[in-house]
């Protein structure tokens, strides 16, 4: 099972992008599905999740009220609506899934992503 990220780029400071990740081989309807990012020289961190069978979501601090996570339908996508984008936002960005209904940490995901990088210029 593969979860296969787009949508990253280069964009200045105050754009927006938006992210996608798509699963071609199952759907995750009992599942959360989460963005990670990891900075150089930083531990993988959780920035959004969202459980697919109900509208529960979680933002980090970092990034809540600039970041949207939604779910797809059928439920095998899940895409990350960034908006006022910060130097700082840098990073490459993980799409993870994982069975049950709390987002939890990140060793407690089942599949995961390739990353997509996400560089915001000054």
């Known amino acids: 099972v593969q979860l296969v990220e787009s949508g990253g780029g280069l964009v200045q400071a105050g754009g927006s992008l938006r992210l996608s990740c798509t699963c071609a081989e199952r759907t995750f309807t009992r599942y959360v599905m989460a963005w990670f990012r990891q900075a150089p020289g930083k531990e993988r961190e959780l920035i959004a999740a969202?459980?697919?069978?109900?509208?529960?979501?979680f933002y980090a601090d970092a990034v809540k009220g600039r970041f949207t996570i939604s779910r797809g339908n059928p439920k095998n996508s899940v895409y990350l609506q960034m908006a006022n984008l910060k130097p700082e936002d840098t990073a490459i960005y993980y799409c993870a899934a994982r069975y049950g209904d709390n987002w939890g940490d990140k060793d407690g995901y089942d599949y995961w992503g390739q990353g997509t990088q996400v560089t915001v210029s000054s």
């Open positions: 969202v459980t697919m069978s109900g509208p529960r979501t």
